[in-house]
Antibody
Framework: QVQLQESGPGLLKPSETLALNCTVAGVSMSSYYWSWIRQSPGRGLEWIGY???????NYNPSLRSRVTISVDTSKRQFSLRLTSMTAADTALYYCVGGGYCINAVCWYYFDYWGQGKLVSVSS | DIVMTQSPDSLSVSLGERATINCRSSLSVLFPSDNKNYLAWYQQRPGQPPKLILS???TRESGVPDRFSGSGSGKDFTLAISSLQPEDAAVYYCQQYYDTPVTFGQGTRLEIK
C-alpha cells in the first residue's frame, strides 16, 4: 500500500521560507515522479512542480523563481522549499506521486496523494 | 498555460439518477502521435485528498465503479455518473496533462438529493 506523509511547520510569517518533507512508503521512488500540489479556495488546485528520483525537476513557471524541490532516495523523501511566503501562499499542500515517461513521451496524472499539510502565513 | 473550465460549478441530483459534468480546455489535449486525450478526472470527498478516477479521458482506475464514465475528445470532455449513490457526493476536478504546467479545472460540487 502506497503511503505519502507530509511534515513541516504549519504557520509561517510573511517573507519566511516554507520547508516541507514528504516520506514515501510502499513503492519504489523510481516508479513515479514526485510532485507538490497545493489547494486553496482562491487558487483551487495548483501544481507546484515535480522531481524525479534522479533529481530532475520541473516547476510551474508561476512559482519557479521561489521554489526548489529535491529528493533523497536514501531517506525515501522528497522536499519542497518555497521562499518569500505571503498570505497568498496560505494553502493545503499535498505531496503526490504520479507521472511516467516512455520513449520521451511523458504524462503527469496523479495516482497517490498524501493527506495534506495546512500551511498558513500570517504576521 | 492551458486553462480548464468546468461546468456547472455545482449541481444537485437525486439518488439513483445520472449526473454529468463538463470540462473544456483552452487548447486541444489530444496528442496526435498516440491519438490519446491527456485528460484525467478526480473525486474529492470532504476532508480527503483528490482521488484519481479516470485517466486518458475514459480509462477507469482500478476499483472505480463502472457507474463512472468519461467521454469527449480534443477540447470538450464529460464525466458521467449513473445510478448516483450517497458516497458520490464530492467535488470533481478535471486535469490536463498534455503540457506542463499541468492544470486543473475549478471543480464541480455534486450534491445528492
Amino acid at each position: 500500500q502506497v503511503q505519502l506523509q507530509e511534515s513541516g511547520p504549519g504557520l509561517l510569517k510573511p517573507s519566511e521560507t516554507l520547508a516541507l518533507n514528504c516520506t514515501v512508503a510502499g513503492v519504489s521512488m523510481s516508479s513515479y515522479y514526485w510532485s507538490w500540489i497545493r489547494q486553496s479556495p482562491g487558487r483551487g488546485l495548483e501544481w507546484i512542480g515535480y522531481t524525479s528520483y534522479t533529481g530532475a525537476t520541473n516547476y510551474n513557471p508561476s512559482l519557479r523563481s521561489r521554489v526548489t524541490i529535491s529528493v533523497d532516495t536514501s531517506k525515501r523523501q522528497f522536499s519542497l522549499r518555497l521562499t518569500s511566503m505571503t498570505a497568498a501562499d496560505t494553502a493545503l499542500y499535498y505531496c503526490v506521486g504520479g507521472g511516467y515517461c516512455i520513449n520521451a513521451v511523458c504524462w503527469y496524472y496523479f495516482d497517490y496523494w498524501g493527506q495534506g499539510k495546512l500551511v498558513s502565513v500570517s504576521s | 498555460d492551458i486553462v480548464m473550465t468546468q461546468s456547472p460549478d455545482s449541481l444537485s441530483v437525486s439518488l439513483g439518477e445520472r449526473a454529468t459534468i463538463n470540462c473544456r480546455s483552452s487548447l486541444s489535449v489530444l496528442f496526435p502521435s498516440d491519438n490519446k486525450n491527456y485528460l484525467a478526472w478526480y473525486q474529492q470527498r470532504p476532508g480527503q485528498p483528490p482521488k484519481l478516477i479516470l485517466s486518458w479521458s475514459s480509462t477507469r482506475e482500478s476499483g472505480v465503479p463502472d457507474r463512472f464514465s468519461g467521454s469527449g475528445s480534443g477540447k470538450d470532455f464529460t464525466l458521467a455518473i449513473s445510478s448516483l449513490q450517497p458516497e458520490d457526493a464530492a467535488v470533481y476536478y478535471c486535469q490536463q496533462y498534455y503540457d506542463t504546467p499541468v492544470t486543473f479545472g475549478q471543480g464541480t460540487r455534486l450534491e445528492i438529493k
